[in-house]
């Protein structure tokens, strides 16, 4: 094992170890009655369900693999947003994009990232019973949470379209009791805080109320010189109410109103790197060569000097905190809408519900779009550069939804859920990009690429569906679902290439058939099925094999670069998994274990790909799909209660995404494959300048393709762990008690391409946090400190961030140099928090 291997693998096993070594230290301890934390008792585990079937089941019953983050862990990690719950699920992982519009959930190393408005995610995002429409409004604070159920695999039976890959269920806070009033106050030593209070109970035997509010800002942990602000950072306000009434017996209505507020800065990336390469990565001998900045300029242009566009940057500090912007890069958006449940308890004791939403989300994203605070672009008729090159929108998308929803009695031995589902999703997105003023003459192969579309996206779905469990022989469940989905779906788009033109009543678009295209009334049936078995082996131990389908309906390239072919819809994408699992509890409840092998295929997987035109040496992109691509893996969740006082939770993922065919894919470039003179090709046949299974599209051509066929799929490490505790400390002559925790995760090396380039892959690391703190003996408050990032380790989670271009001399064909950008995760550099929670 190298050197570098060997620290890794270090890291990682070390903190892990001492944290085992303390549970087996602390095993024979006295267990003392006390009151346990969430989660807990003092005798054994406190009981965990979840409603991943849409009804409520014990999560050690369930024929299927779930991650459940309790209130209580959400808590002592002082989760704020979706991208905190990622960090404490193995099987989940996230690709950031260049704002957070472009941010993907992936499970089990499978997502969607797209930039377009016209393809839907993988994995689906659901707020008490209502799904999100686009699954970036997910990126936003999470208020008033109980728990959130992370259900991997396949889930279109029961949830539909967008859980092609699987579903993220967040629960809140229900109305029970009587009124309790919380309140919190958080602030950490970099300035981020939050406030948030909330009220619920039930006021009478038939009218209950919820409400929350949470106000929250974190500046960001990079610096603009330019304007000595902080950057890559978020804001939010969040209001959420649940009312509760029941006019009649066997009646109960839930009325939820929510509003949302959110500014995100995130996406401004820094570079962190500047040199030329000599060797091979895959050969093991690549070097790098530092590079005089006085000698570099942006994209070889004379008129930008990196002493000019990155003044004060050192840009081969691989932690640069430090850019230049004189434009804003970010999202601001306003959410509102409603939900309405009405759930009718018939003579059976069956439950007959109406689940109805609407929610509106409106959005203004931007993006500097040169990465510095001077002009690169030169006006028509100018010499010397003038403008910015700044990118644009809005987003407008409408979502409404109807389900009906029969649920049969818990007890018996045959039990069912049945329903109907109604929606309809309008999504309308306007983006401006580089500068073109007409009537001035510009084109859209110029150094900006300017652009300026409008595009409507509509879908309608409608589905029956139904799942049964039968209890057939004393030890031995079975359980079958199915839905049947029709979705319509269309779009409209509209482009030209004068960025002056805001006005939509006055926008004049060029012609149709090449800047104009519309679809509509695109029907795509589906049916998709689940069926699992399981065997309850004795007391403490279950076993289960289960298998399930997922769809994701038709996809529309709705971007600027829009091409004649995207007129048409993509191919749906399907999934079918297999599973094998096992949960126990052991030791008197003191021990909760779930284990996993899966295995699961995706055909027709919707992504911006590679093409080729007949008698056309180019190569473009645009969203096609990929033939078949798999992951496989298995994983383990355990929770333990090592005494009364002292509960701990473990979780490990072992997957392994792969591309299982793609004859077609993008090639990278490889100076160790250089041109031979007069061919135009490289050693072995291979395309000069790109890698070496890369092989020109025809005799002659420049421009090539890879069969990545058993190439690795990217954004998913090898191997992830979380381990988290939490210890309470007796103190029997004080009115309070002390508390320590502490959560170490770690994940290996990943590839970020999906070139498979060999110089994209991230190190591997380890990221160990600590709090600790009191609380009076009825936990009417609680005063805690977390140190994020103990040890302050250094890690870049994307090797390949967006970032500038530069070349060592002033001019295009100048040598190219290797610029390496990056935006920094919140937990990148320590920082230290306080919190203070009040109940009363």
């Not at 006390?34 to 991943?52: F, H, K, M």
């Not at 500014?263 to 570079?271: C, D, F, M, S």
């Not at 242009?301 to 003044?311: C, E, F, K, R």
């Amino acid at each position: 094992m190298d050197k570098k291997k060997t620290e890794s693998f270090d890291i990682a096993v070390k903190p892990l170890a001492a944290v085992v070594a303390l549970a087996v230290a602390q095993w024979a301890m006295p267990v003392h009655a006390q009151e346990g934390g969430a989660g807990e008792n003092a005798t054994g585990l406190q009981s965990v369900v979840v409603t991943a079937n849409k009804r409520v089941e014990k999560l050690e019953s369930v024929p299927m693999a779930i991650s459940v983050i309790s209130e209580a862990e959400l808590q002592r990690n002082n989760v704020r947003e979706i991208e905190d719950i990622v960090a404490l699920t193995p099987s989940l992982t996230q690709a950031s994009g260049t704002t957070a519009a472009n941010n993907a959930l992936f499970l089990r190393g499978i997502g969607t990232v797209s930039v377009g408005i016209g393809v839907e995610s993988d994995v689906s995002v659901i707020i008490d019973d209502i799904p999100i429409a686009v699954q970036f409004q997910a990126f936003r604070d999470l208020a008033d949470v109980a728990r959130v159920e992370v259900l991997k695999g396949p889930q279109s039976t029961l949830f539909g379209k967008s859980a092609v890959a699987g579903a993220i269920n967040i629960v809140t806070k229900p109305i029970s009791g009587p009124v309790v009033y919380r309140g919190s106050a958080y602030y950490t030593d970099d300035d981020e805080w939050r406030l948030a209070a909330s009220m619920g109970g039930r006021l009478t035997d038939t009218f209950g109320m919820r409400i929350a509010v949470n106000k929250s800002d974190m500046p960001g942990n990079f610096t603009n010189l330019t304007t000595g602000e902080k950057v890559n950072g978020s804001s939010g306000k969040t209001m959420m109410a649940k009312f509760s009434w029941t006019p009649i017996k066997n009646l109960d209505i839930d009325f939820m109103p929510q509003y949302n507020e959110q500014e995100n800065t995130r996406g401004v990336t820094a570079i962190n790197g500047f040199y030329r390469t000599t060797g091979s990565a895959a050969a093991g001998n690549l070097e790098r060569i530092p590079v005089d900045l006085s000698t570099a300029y942006m994209n070889g242009n004379p008129q930008l000097p990196a002493s000019l566009v990155l003044a004060g940057i050192d840009p081969t500090n691989p932690n640069n905190r430090y850019v230049r912007r004189d434009s804003p890069t970010g999202i601001s958006s306003r959410t509102h809408g409603a939900g309405l449940k009405l759930a009718y308890t018939l003579p059976n004791d069956a439950i007959l519900m109406s689940i109805s939403s609407y929610q509106r989300y409106k959005a203004n994203d931007s993006r500097d779009q040169d990465f510095t605070d001077v002009p690169t672009i030169a006006r028509p008729g100018e010499t010397r550069f003038s403008v910015g090159n700044l990118q644009f929108g809005s987003y407008d998308i409408t979502s409404k939804t109807q389900e009906l929803r029969l649920v049969s009695p818990d007890a018996g031995n045959f039990r069912y859920v049945a329903g109907l589902w109604w929606a309809r999703n309008e999504i309308e997105r306007h983006f401006i990009r580089g500068f073109c003023v007409a009537p001035a003459v510009c084109a859209a192969n110029s150094p900006s690429s300017p652009t300026n579309y409008y595009t409507d996206i509509y879908n309608v779905n409608k589905a029956v569906f139904g799942q049964a469990t039968w209890d057939f022989a004393p030890t031995w469940t079975l359980v079958a679902g199915l839905r049947r989905n029709l979705e319509e779906s269309g779009f409209n788009y509209e482009r030209n290439f004068y960025t002056d033109q805001l006005d939509r009543s006055t926008f004049v678009p060029g012609p149709v058939g090449k800047d104009v295209f519309s679809s509509s009334g695109n029907e795509d049936w589906a049916t998709t099925g689940k069926l699992s078995i399981q065997k309850q082996l004795n007391r403490d131990w279950m076993v289960y094999a289960m298998t399930a389908t997922g769809h994701k309906g038709k996809a529309y390239d709705v971007t600027s670069g829009l091409q004649a072919s995207a007129a048409f819809p993509v191919d749906p994408e399907k999934s079918r998994t297999y599973e094998l699992g096992a949960k126990a509890n052991l030791l008197n409840n003191r021990l909760s274990i779930a284990a996993t092998l899966f295995h699961t295929d995706f055909r027709h997987y919707q992504q911006n790909t590679s093409f080729v035109l007949p008698d056309d040496p180019t190569i473009y992109t645009q969203l096609n799909s990929i033939p078949k691509i798999r992951t496989r893996g298995f994983e383990i969740d355990a929770n333990m209660l090592l005494a009364s006082n002292w509960s701990m939770n473990a979780s490990l993922a072992y997957t392994r995404p792969e591309i299982a065919d793609w004859k077609n894919g993008p090639c990278y470039q490889d100076n160790t494959n250089p041109v031979i003179p007069g061919t135009g090709a490289g050693e072995g046949g291979s395309l000069g300048g790109w890698n070496r299974d890369c092989f020109a599209i025809r005799p002659g051509a420049t421009t090539g393709v890879q069969d990545l066929s058993g190439g690795i799929f990217p954004g998913t490490p090898k191997v992830k762990v979380n381990i988290g505790s939490n210890y309470d400390i007796r103190l029997p002559s004080l009115p309070f008690d002390a508390f320590i925790n502490g959560n170490v995760r770690y994940q290996s090396d990943y590839q970020t391409n999906i070139n498979n380039d060999p110089r994209s892959v991230n190190d591997s690391y380890t990221i160990a946090d600590l709090g600790f703190g009191i609380r009076d003996d009825k936990d009417r408050y609680r005063l805690s400190f977390q140190v994020k990032n103990l040890f302050d380790r250094f890690y870049i989670p994307n090797a390949n961030a967006s970032g500038p271009s530069f070349r060592a001399g002033p001019t295009s064909t100048s040598p190219a140099i290797t610029v390496n950008s990056w935006v920094p995760p919140r937990d990148v550099f320590r920082y230290f928090s306080v919190k203070l929670d009040v109940k009363f």
